[in-house]
């Protein structure tokens, strides 16, 4: 059997390393089956495109005219669409309506086109969910600018508009005026053939499921996730934690169940997310989007839950059921088990809009970032503190930083990149809780764990001394030894010291999928101050190399580092050394739990590092194949 796989071809903004990932597990999963994979990707930087993996590839450009010709040529048996990003969803949309596909006898795989179809027309999306009793936003679709201000005037401004067939929220955005719809809409139909308009939702809480189905109607969540930020800002653009924290048990399985339901009736086979809206004042929801594909979220949940999504989801594509598979990160439980975790993990997003003179820094629901972190820890302090670490930028955590924010706190109502280090420095300052709910929308409850992180700041500025109980709560609490220092008047190196001496060490804590229910031992680890002892003792004897990532994705800095630090992890194998690969970006194969000996998910700092030169022993590591972060790690690691 011959299988063509559509890539993702170029990086852009909500496209990007993700879907090596997903294409890359894709292609080890049918080669498990013994099925020939044939590759159309132009993408020279990724994994999937390196020698070993397809057994062709095709370095063209992912358009219905150059992959009709490999069709003709290589006559495969069956296409797969969903694992390169909405340009490999569209160009097989293409294909089936010119009767390419039909033509060729080209089966598709896993979710029907139908399906495709029907979660990608907006007014199709709609009307489908209405059917069977699901609410949706009011809204209706339109191709023509004067038949979009007329459904407008008819729901009443302020609406979101929403294009169709486009990534990342592209064209989208809330028109308070007639004025504005306009502005939007000429700008809106140069990309896409059909506009959405819908009541206005902002402030609402998002909230998204990633579920999995097989062909025999099996069906589970994955993962849910929670946005930090309202309805209103592209859940690429918000700090994302998983699982929720606010949802009460009623809502999580009310919408598990919302979620199960429409994704049967579309007849998805495979994975899917899908979001909601959910009135934080009531039990009102909105069904807003349905993504029959992997996505930069299943990216997300994949490395938050340890469940490798893509993987299976290429198996289930090929006929198999949930039941028959093993999770293979465990080899314990079957696929069919649905992930419990007994830690948090937070995705924060990284922008670069200071390189773009005169761009706007407000964000809202279309996507601006160019890549993301994750966190994992013990508690939502934690992880949000390594998070904004992990960004770079020389942040030392939520609070303590030295850039300026005395500009976002003038009017925090309106989000920038920067405005969780302005919530963060008003609740210091002394604003309550439900004053910035009012003016920010975000949960009391992520409010009053910020705020506590400003608690233990102002415990360590007021302290006369650095006490093992305040040093050990400060660590709990996320605070880096840099952090420390800065807010005790110390040097960072006598915090470490003091910390060290004190016997205040981070735990080794493993990822399984199964909180600990059943005894595994998997390579895929983190680092915690909640927890006084390892999961696992690192394994002495072995000769071990540390390979250090390159963290978020940033402009000039992408998927060729992730390139450079796999084919470092598969080359030292080949020469007999076990690779101990650390990075902190959700969206890359070096992440993938089969990548390394070991991986860790954690910040790239020289805290960290020391860390894990300690837990590990290496015989070296490895900076020359990370980019810029790791380089600058390298005279403080000599």
């Not at 089966?107 to 179809?117: C, H, S």
């Not at 992990?390 to 920038?416: E, K």
């Not at 949960?443 to 305040?470: C, N």
């Not at 006598?494 to 600990?516: M, N």
Request: charged share 25%.
């Amino acid at each position: 059997m011959r299988v063509l796989l559509l890539g993702s071809g170029a990086l852009k903004i909500g496209e990007a390393g993700e879907f090596d990932y997903s294409g890359s597990q894709a292609i080890k999963a049918l080669k498990e089956e013994g099925i020939e994979v044939w590759l159309i990707n132009p993408n020279i930087a990724t994994i999937q495109t390196s020698p070993g993996l397809a057994d062709r590839i095709f370095f063209l450009p992912v358009e219905p005219g150059f992959v009709t010709r490999v069709i003709a040529e290589g006559r495969p048996d069956a296409i797969l669409l969903s694992f390169g990003g909405q340009t490999a969803l569209n160009c097989g949309l293409a294909l089936h309506r010119q009767g390419v596909l039909r033509r060729h006898g080209v089966k598709v795989l896993g979710t029907p086109v139908r399906a495709i179809e029907l979660t990608e027309d907006r007014a199709l999306f709609a009307r489908t969910l209405r059917s069977i009793g699901l609410r949706v936003p009011r809204s209706a679709a339109s191709r023509t600018a004067e038949d979009a201000l007329r459904i407008a005037r008819r729901i009443g401004y302020p609406v979101m508009m929403r294009t169709a067939f486009t990534l990342g929220g592209r064209g989208s955005g809330i028109a308070r005026t007639e004025a504005d719809l306009k502005r939007m809409l000429a700008e809106a139909f140069t990309s896409s053939p059909q506009v959405l308009i819908e009541e206005d939702l902002t402030g609402w809480k998002e909230v998204e499921y990633e579920v999995v189905r097989d062909a025999a109607d099996n069906c589970i969540t994955v993962c849910n996730m929670e946005n930090v930020d309202p309805l209103g800002i592209h859940t690429g653009e918000s700090i994302v934690v998983a699982p929720s924290q606010t949802l009460t048990d009623r809502d999580y399985f009310a919408l598990r169940a919302i979620a199960f339901r429409a994704i049967r009736h579309f007849g998805i086979v495979g994975e899917c997310n899908i979001q909601f809206a959910l009135d934080p004042r009531s039990d009102d929801y909105r069904v807003i989007e349905v993504n029959a594909r992997l996505s930069r979220s299943s990216a997300l949940a994949s490395k938050a839950t340890g469940y490798p999504l893509a993987r299976i989801a290429a198996k289930l594509a090929l006929g198999h059921r949930l039941p028959e598979l093993k999770n293979s990160m465990n080899d314990t439980t079957t696929a069919c088990f649905e992930p419990a975790l007994d830690y948090m993990a937070v995705k924060m997003p990284k922008w670069d809009l200071d390189k773009f003179r005169g761009a706007s820094h407000f964000i809202g629901s279309e996507m601006k970032s160019v890549g993301e972190v994750m966190a994992i820890g013990r508690s939502f302090e934690e992880a949000l503190q390594k998070g904004c670490r992990m960004l770079g930028d020389n942040i030392r955590g939520v609070v303590g930083n030295d850039f300026a924010i005395d500009q976002s706190l003038r009017d925090l109502s309106r989000p920038t990149p920067r405005r969780i280090f302005a919530v963060a420095e008003a609740l210091r300052r002394g604003r309550s809780v439900g004053e910035l709910h009012r003016l920010t929308g975000i949960d009391p409850w992520f409010l009053a764990k910020i705020r506590r992180v400003g608690e233990v700041a102002d415990e360590l500025a007021a302290a006369r001394g650095l006490e093992p109980d305040l040093l050990r709560r400060a660590k709990e609490t996320g605070f880096g030894d840099e952090q420390i220092a800065r807010f005790a008047s110390l040097p960072p190196s006598k915090v470490t010291r003091l910390r060290e001496a004190a016997g205040i060490v981070p735990a080794v804590k493993q990822i399984d999928t199964l909180a600990a229910e059943w005894p595994v031992r998997t390579n895929y680890l983190y680092m915690t101050y909640h927890g006084r002892e390892d999961d696992i003792v690192p394994s002495q004897g072995e000769r071990k190399v540390l390979v250090i990532g390159s963290g978020a994705y940033r402009i000039g800095s992408s998927v060729e580092f992730d390139w450079c630090c796999v084919s470092a992890a598969q080359a030292l194998r080949r020469l007999g050394y076990s690779p101990v690969v650390v990075n902190c970006n959700p969206e890359t194969v070096s992440t993938d739990y089969d990548m390394g000996h070991t991986l860790y998910f954690e910040e790239l700092t020289f805290e960290r590092l020391r860390d894990l030169w300690a837990k590990e022993k290496p015989d070296g590591v490895l900076l020359a194949f990370g980019g810029q972060i790791p380089n600058n790690l390298a005279l403080a690691c000599a």
